[in-house]
């Protein structure tokens, strides 16, 4: 693992986007401070900009929570979810062309080895989005991946066994309203 961890690490360093595990199912990724890497993700996938994508975090992010902790207790269920706040609250600045146009931006905390020791070693947040062409489904194994979205990732991290998450679906997505209540946005 320590191998694909310094590869996938060049190349988030170098601005390229990549193709890894999480904690759900495979995502395309970059470095979230990246305007340039983030851009060339919306055009791999043909994503329009009005649909933003989320990103995952390590370490003190957490803390962001903390101010809703009352409110999102009954959702911490150690089921992969995704919590969408304003990205101004993080504790580091976001690119643009990343946040949805109110401003917020989807979080997540992945319990996933790899993606925990990437987020470690890189020191910043990385885009996640699924690994399909906009509009077309989400695989659920690497094997669903279309070859030719492979080919145009900077890198794509092995399939190792170890690396696969159990999980067939993207999260459970949750919306922080301004007024202080939750929405569900996917279940």
Known sequence: MIQEIKSTLDILQQGGTILYPTDTIWGIGCDATNTDAIEKIYQ???????????????GKAQEVLQEWQSLLQPYFTGRP?????????????????LLATDGTIGIRFPQHDFCQK???????????????FSGEPSPQHYED???????KIDYCVPPLPEFESGEINGSRI??????GGVQVIRE
């Open 81 to 97: 979810t995704t919590f969408i706040i304003p990205a101004d609250r993080l504790p580091y600045p976001l690119a643009e062309n």
């Open 145 to 151: 991946i279309s070859h030719k979205l492979k080919s």
């Open 44 to 58: 791999i996938k043909q994503r329009d900009h009005s649909k933003s994508m989320l990103i995952l975090c390590a």
């Open 174 to 179: 949750l919306k922080i309203l301004p007024e």
């Open 118 to 132: 990437l987020l470690t070693a890189f020191g910043k947040p990385i885009v996640s989005t699924s690994a399909n």
